[in-house]
T-cell receptor, first 117, second 118 residues
Framework: AQSVTQPDIHITVSEGASLELRCNYS??????LFWYVQSPGQGLQLLLK??????LVQGIKGFEAEFKRSQSSFNLRKPSVHWSDAAEYFC???????????????FGTGTQLKVEL | EAQVTQNPRYLITVTGKKLTVTCSQN?????MSWYRQDPGLGLRQIYY???????DKGDVPEGYKVSRKEKRNFPLILESPSPNQTSLYFC?????????????????FGAGSRLTVL
């Protein structure tokens, strides 16, 4: 069964500082990996995704993530955080329809990001 | 605008009073699903539907029903709600995940429906 671990429940960074949110996954084959962001009272917005190819993927809002198969990780990074980045971030893994469940995503428990001005 | 629309966005109800949360998408997507979000647990899939009249259980289906009579709609039904169903619910849709096309495996989520069962 696939699973996702986000080891940091809360992270606080200063505005302008760099950010890295950790994500480790467990999946038997090449996974489809996603990062979503949820602002307070809002739905889930897709930041970026990895299906195959280049292991460094660029997303919206200046975010990027790197897929490292040897470490089963898909960490999210941003070089300079803005106050508007304060939100909850979810890492998710999917099988992309290759197994039962269609586009089922398994989510991590989320990392709450606080940005200090 | 391409979107997934859920209603109601907020609902407070009492134990045992049947309710339905509607979900509608305007992207002609074949695949739709429901998730619930709980603190410390992330999002968990309740039910999904591969197409009209094709539905199946996700990880936490107990206490819920769904139907898919039309392609665009996928309502979530709580026949007899209980307090442990107090949660934030998300509907999501995508193209057919088995098609080799761009975006086939990307879910679009609705804004969420916060349900409180007293």
């Amino acid at each position: 069964a696939q699973s996702v671990t986000q080891p940091d429940i809360h992270i606080t960074v200063s505005e302008g500082a760099s950010l890295e949110l950790r994500c480790n996954y467990s999946y038997g084959a090449t996974p489809y990996l996603f990062w979503y962001v949820q602002s307070p009272g809002q739905g889930l917005q897709l930041l970026l995704k990895y299906f195959s190819g280049d292991t460094l993927v660029q997303g919206i809002k200046g975010f990027e993530a790197e897929f490292k198969r040897s470490q089963s990780s898909f960490n999210l990074r941003k070089p300079s955080v803005h106050w508007s980045d304060a939100a909850e971030y979810f890492c998710a893994v999917g099988a992309g329809g290759l197994t039962g469940g269609g586009n089922k995503l398994t989510f991590g428990t989320g990392t709450q990001l606080k940005v200090e001005l | 605008e391409a979107q997934v629309t859920q209603n109601p966005r907020y609902l407070i109800t009492v134990t045992g009073k049947k309710l339905t949360v509607t979900c509608s998408q305007n992207m002609n997507h074949e695949y739709m699903s429901w998730y619930r979000q709980d603190p410390g647990l992330g999002l968990r899939q309740i039910y999904y539907s591969m197409n009209v009249e094709v539905t199946d259980k996700g990880d936490v289906p107990e206490g819920y029903k769904v139907s898919r009579k039309e392609k665009r709609n996928f309502p979530l039904i709580l026949e007899s709600p209980s307090p442990n169903q107090t949660s934030l619910y998300f509907c999501a849709s995508s193209p057919n995940p088995y098609r080799q096309e761009l975006g086939a495996n990307v879910l679009t989520f609705g804004a969420g429906s916060r349900l409180t069962v007293l």
